[in-house]
Each structure stands twice: as C-alpha cells, then as structure tokens.
C-alpha cells in the first residue's frame, strides 16, 4: 500500500500553442487531450492519461506534483496522517479534475502542492496488448516512454525529506551535506528507482526540471541529436551524474522549464542504504565528468 | 509489505572448483562465501550476502528459488496463507543456513521447492558509501550489478501462476496462450520489473535459467565477448525478446546450467496490464529477431 | 591512382515492385533511378548515382560488381594491365550505362564479371552543402549510409585473391587456410577498411551477400528491430566476426539474395600485415559469439 | 602513392614521468620504448613503433607532426616539389631517429614543422596474426586503439590549408569561412577520413590537440568515466562535431596538451565535395549540441 511513484507534474506556460509543439514534436510526448486552457501529456509507454499537463499561465511556474497511490483506500490513510502531522488536506472530488478521479491535496514543508490520486484514466495506447512489437512505429523527436522524476527546490531540505520519509514512506537513497552536515540536497524514491522526487538547497515552491526516462546511452545522444536540430538550448550533458550514476542531458523548454532526459542507475529496496555526499564532492556529485556546476545549473529554475 | 523481488537462486553442481572458477572470473560475480560443499555469489551491486549458491552434487540441479520479504513479520503471514491453500511449510531458524536470517519453506505446485526471506545479511559492497564513483575498478568477466530473475518449467502453468497471483501476490506481466487457450507461459513481478520469477511448460521442477542484469546493449555484446574469449558456448544471442523487450544473450556454464544476461525492458505497476501472446506468435515472443525457437531453447533445461 | 572502393553490386530479381519497396522502405537506400528493366539505389549518405543496382530477371543472381577508379585515366591502364595478365577486356561506352560514363568490363578468374568505372553521376544529396546536420529527417527502415563490401564465390579462392592483388592492386587483410594449407576464403581491401571485396569458397560465379555499413552497434540492433518489425528472415545476428572483428547481422531480400548490415573493423594500410585463421578456427573467424557456421551461411547463396 | 595517413605527433613536456603514468595508465597507449628524454608511445591495434612522442622540456609544447608515405621513394619525390615551392628541405638519415628510418623535414606555412616518412619500425603488437581474438585482454585506462588526426593552429588557414593541398595532395573535406569570405578552419585528409589533419586560426606553430580513435559511442562513455576517476579535467563532452559529425570529449593531459577521443564520422573520397560552414553556424560547427564554444576551446591551446 502507499505512494507507487511520480504521476503527474502540473506546469505552467504562457504560450500553449507552443508549449504543444515542443511537448509533442521535440520531446515526443503524445498530447492525449487538450482542455480550453491545459495540455495532458504523456509518454508512449504509459497507460495513464497524462504524466505532465500544461496549463496556460502568463508565469511560467509549477502549479503541483501528483503522486500516484497503490489503493483507493490509501487517500484516506494518508489524509489522516497528514492531518495528524498538521497538514491542511483538500479532497477533489471524482471528475472535478480532467483524466482522473478523486485526490487529495495539500502543502508540503518545501511550499509546493502536493497530489496523492489513485485513479487516473486509462487511455488504450500505441502498442497492441496481444503480439505487441517493442515500440510503436511514427513516434517522433524524443520519444521518451514515460516520465521519471522531478527535481524541486526547498529552503529547508533536511526538513522536507524528513517529512516524505515520515508522513509519506519515502526511502532516502542519497543525499548531499554541507560542511556544516546540513542536508543540502535529498533523493527520495517510493518505486525502487533512484528517485521519484529530489529536493534542492533554493527558492521553495521552485521548480529544478521534470525528468523523462529513456532506455540507453544512445538513446541520449539521439535526444541531443533532437534537440540540436529543433535549436533547443542544451542546459548541460550528455553527462553522467555522480548522484544516481545516472546519464543524462539538461535543455530548456521554448518557454522555459528545465527537462531532463535520463537513463540508467541502480534499483533502490527499502533497506538500500543512504549515499552521502560532501559538499566538496558537490560538482562531481551532480556531474561526474565536468566535475562541477555550469553556473546555471543550481541557480536557474521556474 | 509482501515479496520484494527474487532473493537468490539455489542451484547444484559436480565441481565446484570449476563453478568458483567460472562465477567468478567469467560471469564475474563476487563469492563472499565458500562452505564445506557450496558457493554463495552476488553481484557487484548487491548488498545481500548472495543472490546464487551453488551445492556440490553429482547431479546439475536446482534445490529452491528464494524471494526477499520486505518485513520480518511478513514470515508469519505468508506461513498462514500458505497454509490456508494447503501448502505445508516449514520454518528454518536463524543460523541453519549460511548468511541469512529465519525464512520459510514450501514447494509450489510446480514442485520447486519456494523460500521466503527477510533478513539476508550484509556484505559490504565494492563500492564507498560516501562519494562513490559509478561503479567500481577491477571487475573481471561479464561482472553484472545484480541477478535479474529465474525462469523455471512446470507441468500446468496455469496452475502455478495462479498460485503465485492469489497465494504470494505477484502481478502477470505476459502470458503464451495455447491454440486452445491454454496458458503455455507465464511472466510474474513483485519489484516493478517485467518479471522476477516466470513459468514455462515442461518437467515441473526443471530450471531453465538464471538470469543477471547489465545496464546497456553494450554491455550485452561486451558479455558475448567475455564468453566468446573463454570459449563458452553462447545458446542464442545478442538478441531480443518479444516477452518484455529486453536485450538478452544466453550460455550455458560449464556444468550445465543455462545463464542469461537481460537488460531493459519496461516498469510494471500493479496495474499493468497483462499482455497476451498467441501460439502462433511463439517464436516472435521469444526470440523476436530470429522469429522462432533454436530448437534446443524449449527442450534443454537442468 | 587505382581503386578507391567498392561502387555497386548488380544483381538480379524476378519482381522490381517489390525489389523497390525491400530496398527503400526496410533497407532504406534512395531509389535514384528506375529505368524500363533496372533499380537504381543508394545510400543516403553517397554521392553517387548508385551502390546497388537490380535488374528484372526471372532468376535471382548477381550481373556484376564494380570498383571505382581515382583517375579516368585508370581506365587504360587497368585495361593494359587486364590484356597482358590474359583478360578479355570490354569497353563500356559513355552514355550506355545509366547513371555512369565510361567503364571496362572483364572476368575474374572466379567467373564474376568486374566492371571498373571512373566517372558515376553525382546526385545531389539529403544533405546540404553548406551548415548540414549530421543526419538528414525522414529516413526509413535501416537506412544505412553507404554500401560496404560484397563477398563472392570462388572455387579457387587463391587463383582469384592472387588476381586481385596482383593485377587489382588489392591488399590481402586477412585469409582463411584449410589444414592443407589451401586458402579457401580472402579478404580484400582497396579502401583502408577490412574488405572491399572476399572471397568464400564455392561455386565460381556465386554471390553470397552484398553488404550496407552502419555506425554502430546500436544501429546494428536498430536494424534487426526494423527486419523483425517487417517479417524479413535473419539469417543470423546481431553478432560478431572474428575476421573483421566487425558486428553484423545477415538476412534475406524477399528474394532471396542475402545482405548484411555491418559496423567496427580496423583500418588497413598499404602495409597490413595479413592474419590467418586456421581450418579449425573456421566458426570462431566467421560467426565470434557463436563459433560455428548455422548450417546455412556456408551453403546458401545466389 | 604520397601520404597515407598521420604517422605520430612529437610532443614536449617537463615531467616524463608523469607523461608516462597518464599516457600508459589513464590514456593507456603502450609504452613502446623509453629513451633518455623521450617517450614513444602507441595504441593498442597499431603495428607502427610510435604515434606520439613526448620529448622532455620545461615548456609544454609541439616538436612536429609526422605523415606516413606509402613508398621509400616518395621521400624524393616530396623532397623535389618542397624545394620548387619553396620550402628548405632536411634529410634525417636511417638511424638518427629512434625507432623510424629516412624522413624529410620542412617547416609549413603555418610554422610548423612537418615530417614525412616512410619507414616507422614495426612492433609485435597485443593480438598474434593467427586466429586473433578482436581486442586483447588486460587494457589500461581508456585504451584507444590507434591515433586519429592533429589539430593545429595557423594566423593564415587559407594559406597553409592551400598549401596541404597544393604541395602534399590532402583533400579539403569541410571549412569554416568568416562572414567576409575569409577561411578561418579547414579540415583535411588523406586517408579517406573526415580529417588527417586541421588548421584553425590563432598563433601559427600552436597545438590545438592530439587526437586517438574510438570505435563507438559507448567508447566515449567510458572515456568520460576514466578521466572523472581519474580526476582528469575535461574540457567539453561527450558531445558531437557539427563537423565531421563524429562523436567526442576532450580533456587535458596533466602538464596541458588537450587530448581528444573521437569516433564516428563519414568516408571521404577524393572527389568528397567540401562542405561549407559560416561564422554565423561556428557554434554549431564545432559543438552541434551545445551550439557555442566553451569560452576555452577557441582560446587555450599549447
């Protein structure tokens, strides 16, 4: 029972008409449903109806990070605890919210908003369910088969990644401290992944970048390939991280949201024990081959 | 709560100087342990004290398949709902058996013999827990982080997936169906991959293989490499599977028992729907490059 | 001065239709011509009219196979060169061939007929001149950048290997010797690669596959991906030659002449040295992984 | 007849031993032979005594660039069309220099000193002649297999780019030109690959790098995960070139000579027309992912 992993991360963009054409053409993604002012998005290997929504805003933000439960009675179980921990809990009722069912929300220590849900809408998807070949004919630009994390930022870590371990059963699968032992980054994960959700030393309520999974290593040469031609912004990669083991690549979205294409690491069981990093192994820590941050790295974000 | 995922692999061998000999330096596992008459391996990546033993014995066999539970308290649940179904089973205490902790016994309905396990003892790994590099210096052979699943033979598959479904809550991930309906195969997960643990029609009891993970493509042919320069015969492969996409090379060790090592494949949730292969679609599901079976794939096994 | 490379291989079909639709949709080369009786192909990143070319016929077979010269007047010199080792010599006047201007025709003591052509067409390319990708959009199918080598059959392998180095040019990269010393295959190169052309022993006039080079192992999957996803028969692969040390995959044109996908190999100066693989290395120097021929490479050809 | 390919570069250093722990063990070329003040030095799959040398001196710097001639008599005939273009022309005699026999020596325009020779010592190499297996066990650090082209820097490309041409036959293969017209890169080769050798604008008789060949991507990969062990600085990479196409990182050899690993890349006949790129697409050119210079490349050399 409990949280199963990342399910959806709700943006904001100003420009929707644009944000479709690089979510669908450049990143590949398949826009599953358009509503008057939001795209539901998702990759080609997921049965859920969406996995990252776009909704029109002048500011380009983040509205929320949803996680997705095992059981429908898990609402109850985790509005209770989070009650009991002094979180304030908003329940959205079936069909209030496009592509899912009932939810609940709330705050976390780092200010972002929070989703648990169960059921999200089952969309039939590009592969048959009998004989199916490996991957679908006409995919296009990326093409990643599903999301894998995201990255968000927090002023008080420690205390964050304290409270997804406590309240939400998030395992702590590596960490960075400062020379003081102050926690200055924390990697959470709940699916036997590496991470589902990360927090950064930063502005709370920020956005770092929202990760999409992607099979090999060639698979991010062919994602910068992409991005190379379509003229979008690398931030930094093909790289690998220290943290994770992970490659990777980092580029920007036309309107300004980091995205990540990541591929690799190790699988985390609940007794995986914690990574730590000093901080004077940061760079390294975040890039294993530039062996430090690009200047852009830590400090730009939505 | 509930299985983790497969724990270790319990299979026998006439000479276990040659196992060690191969375990070691062509598969590249590390032998944190050697008793009186059996090795315990386990991958680079592996925290556990062993993820496959081998006991001398005359006769190439397999003794039990092991899954790890995520509590202690699990033992006692699944010894009762074994016991429900009929099943008898029988309790080893701590310390009759090298590097692990209590676990429970009980032969499946496909007539292996099935451990459950909690506590599996830590071995301290290759690699630091404090500002690790990516992996570590020094592997030999093939060298993957970690065991992947077992494929095992059984009379009435159908039988013994639906055990594994009701009694011990794994998920169908893929199934072959007969002409007649009939389930040939089948694909069972508890960790989220696309199998831990699968079934296919034959001599109930029988091994087909155990299989390793590896991170890339790459290292599949790096492993057909290995094995070619040790002068190991290589049963099929590099190649893919139709049954979870995955990139796969099998061989046999030099006592017999068939070997594999996997990469990719998808993330299975508890939701993931079963995909269903036809009869007539066999030699794709298997081997979806060469479209049909060796003709040595679906006859030999220990 | 002499020959630079491989230019084309012609071969027979008894269907153009479906030649085409193989060549451009699976394979992937560009049809550049279609004339009245004859397909003209390409790889997309060859400058030339032509690297295959196939004729309607009722029999499936191989015309011929072209090398291409530096210098126009390589043409007179080779001709000289021909007479004198006793070769008839045919002269192909410009404008008679489609897609190429002058060229001489003669044959090799295999029984193929070689053609030696200077000046081929140049069609212009999926690539600007000027600020090009390093990929163009819109390929299909396997879409190997340029053709690589074709492999013929000799009954005396050392009568026409010795033909090719002495009145060719043509260095000797590596050679395959019976335990009586005989040479019964050769391996031979013009262009600093691997092979241009070899020899297998066998009926005198045979081809046994015309070869297409993509860049890696990964794109050596990605083709066995495409030819699974349409139903082409593998012969065998994605595995790798000893000889060579390239990796590869075999399968056949609906047809049934066989092609190759090949990757990796050395580079060969003038003054490679020769390496030789001894009668009862014969598997391992074909097929590295498997060690043995599949019972079919060594017998089927057209 | 003429050049082949590049034979070795002469480099300087003021610590050999220190040359020779990077070069042997994080590099990993072979060590071939070591003389009072000089270190020769191979990769793994080269028969030649030496691609680079490294000569002790307090300043970080280049000596020469050396060509290999397919024949003894192209000495003279190179000697002969130096001298009528204008160039001072030295003989080194058999013997004079350390693992090689007769050279001419001639300073380029760009003030470089250029070597030509034919007869370069042969080394047993790491893989026997007879039934090789593809690559020999027991590689060092990141083990390229051979040397790949040079990368030097000229006040005036256009001239000495010319002269390449003109005087020792190379083949233009890609430019850069200013927005006025004006030819600030070229990129050139004999060997039928994307470059033997290039010019780019800055302080003529400068180093830009020494570059040794991969065989893939992955290579790259790996490349990047021994020079992070190793805490070797990179410059930029894995990335791709715009042009060449090929796949890359680059790095610093501890006393300051960039290195490159480099793979991929097109063939390039004689009649291969010369791609052309604008001072507007530079970034691109030279990092088809990041699409901009570093800050450093363009600017550090030795």
Same mark, same amino acid.
């Given at each position: 029972m409990g949280i199963l992993r990342l399910s959806h991360t709700d943006i904001t963009a100003p420009d929707l008409d644009l944000a479709a054409a690089y979510y669908t053409e450049v990143l590949g993604l398949d826009l599953t449903e358009r509503a008057d002012d939001r795209l539901f998005l998702r990759g080609w290997d997921e049965p859920d109806h969406h996995c990252l929504t776009v909704r029109f805003d002048p500011r380009v933000g983040i509205d929320r990070v949803?996680?997705?439960?095992?059981?429908?009675?898990?609402?109850?179980?985790?509005?209770?605890? &989070?009650?009991?921990? +002094?979180?304030? !809990?908003?329940?959205?009722?079936?069909?209030?919210?496009?592509?899912? *069912?009932?939810? $609940?929300?709330?705050?976390?220590?780092?200010?972002?908003?929070?989703?648990?849900?169960?059921?999200?809408?089952?969309?039939?998807?590009?592969?048959?369910?009998?004989?199916?070949?490996?991957?679908?004919?006409?995919?296009?630009?990326?093409?990643?088969?599903?999301?894998?994390?995201?990255?968000?930022?927090?002023?008080?870590?420690?205390?964050?990644?304290?409270?997804?371990?406590d309240v939400l059963d998030f395992g702590l699968t590596e960490q960075i401290l400062s020379g003081a032992g102050h926690q200055i980054a924390a990697f959470l994960q709940r699916s036997g992944r590496p991470h589902d959700v990360a927090f950064?030393?930063?502005?709370?309520?920020?956005?770092?970048?929202?990760?999409?999974?992607?099979?090999?290593?060639?698979?991010?040469?062919?994602?910068?390939?992409? &991005?190379?031609?379509? +003229?979008?912004? !690398?931030?930094?990669?093909?790289?690998?991280?220290?943290?994770?083991? *992970?490659?990777? $690549?980092y580029f920007f979205d036309p309107m300004g949201t980091r995205n990540e294409v990541f591929t690799g690491g190790y699988r985390a069981d609940p007794d995986f024990p914690t990574i730590t990093w000093t901080e004077d192994n940061l760079g390294r820590a975040i890039f294993y081959y530039e062996g430090k941050d690009n200047g852009r790295f830590l400090t730009v974000h939505t």
């Open positions: 949803a996680f997705k439960l095992e059981h429908e009675s898990d609402l109850e179980v985790f509005e209770q605890r &989070l009650e009991s921990a +002094g979180c304030a !809990v908003s329940r959205i009722g079936d069909g209030e919210e496009v592509g899912q *069912g009932e939810s $609940i929300r709330f705050e976390a220590p780092s200010g972002h908003e929070i989703e648990l849900v169960h059921d999200v809408h089952k969309v039939p998807g590009r592969l048959p369910l009998v004989n199916p070949p490996p991957y679908p004919e006409g995919l296009r630009g990326i093409a990643p088969p599903r999301s894998d994390h995201v990255l968000l930022l927090a002023e008080e870590v420690g205390e964050v990644s304290r409270f997804f371990m950064v030393q930063g502005v709370s309520g920020g956005l770092h970048h929202v990760s999409f999974w992607v099979d090999d290593w060639d698979h991010v040469r062919r994602a910068a390939d992409v &991005l190379a031609f379509n +003229g979008i912004p !690398v931030d930094i990669g093909p790289t690998r991280h220290g943290i994770t083991r *992970g490659n990777t $690549i």
